[in-house]
């Protein structure tokens, strides 16, 4: 079966400007999570959705947001942009709800973001 | 952010040689993920971890989840080329649920 998919791959935009990011899960997976790596802060959570609902958030200001729809896909806008928003945004998939007992999470290619 | 402390941070080492890294945390976890990521591309999963004591191979790859769930260690026997890239430990955290990732471990093959 088909694997995290995420688009786009890679993109430029002007800081000020805002982008959204899609991600679709491996086929019956209801988690979706979305995660930011840079090379000085490492892999830094984001959100979780899991049908339709934010469970969970990390540290990051307003700016990021997200939502998940009733396929199970689900997108992050990053409004604003900053040159410090620049990285690799990564969507991660399971079953189960993040801190489920016994769940494995999946992670797409990622979306590299090139703020100038 | 809350990340677990990987070690090493990189290793530099000669086709077939053993290598082994690990993770500790202060906090206790409920499953352990271990990850290789090149560059370029998303992480890729190895091997996952889901009960105390669980020891779990998948080739050339074993990993163990500790006895005190604070920590793991992720083992590869014979290493060839193609292991180069980074591998990163992942752990469930038991209270919030959320998936926190070591730094990263860079690993290098020497043919």
């Known amino acids: 079966k088909a694997g995290v998919t995420q688009t786009p791959r890679y993109l430029i935009k002007t800081r000020g400007q805002q982008v959204t990011l899609s991600c679709s899960p491996i086929?019956?997976?209801?988690?979706v999570s979305w995660y930011q790596q840079t090379p000085g802060q490492g892999l830094q959570f984001l959100f979780e959705?899991?049908?339709?609902?934010?469970?969970n958030k990390g540290n990051f200001p307003g700016r990021f947001s997200g939502r998940q729809f009733s396929n199970s896909r689900s997108e992050m806008n990053v409004s604003t942009l900053e040159l410090g928003d620049s990285a690799l945004y990564l969507c991660?998939?399971?079953?189960?709800?993040?801190?489920?007992?016994?769940?494995?999470?999946?992670f797409g290619e990622g979306s590299w973001l090139t703020v100038v | 952010g809350q990340q677990l402390n990987q070690s090493p941070q990189s290793m530099f080492i000669q086709e077939g040689e053993d290598v082994s890294m690990n993770c500790t945390s202060s906090?206790?976890?409920?499953?352990w993920l271990w990850y290789k990521q090149e560059p370029g591309e998303g992480p890729v999963l190895l091997i996952a971890?889901?009960?105390?004591?669980e020891l779990t191979s998948n080739g050339r790859l074993t990993a163990q989840f500790g006895i005190t769930r604070k920590d793991s260690f992720l083992n590869i026997s014979a290493s060839i080329p193609s292991d180069v890239g980074i591998y990163f430990c992942?752990?469930?955290?038991?209270?919030?649920?959320?998936?926190?990732f070591g730094q990263g471990t860079t690993l290098q093959v020497k043919p």
């Open positions: 991660a998939s399971s079953l189960d709800p993040q801190g489920s007992s016994g769940n494995t999470i999946y």
């Open positions: 086929s019956g997976h209801r988690s």
């Open positions: 959705y899991f049908s339709e609902t934010q469970r």
């Open positions: 906090s206790i976890f409920n499953t």
């Open positions: 971890l889901y009960k105390a004591g």
């Open positions: 992942a752990g469930l955290h038991a209270n919030t649920g959320k998936l926190i």
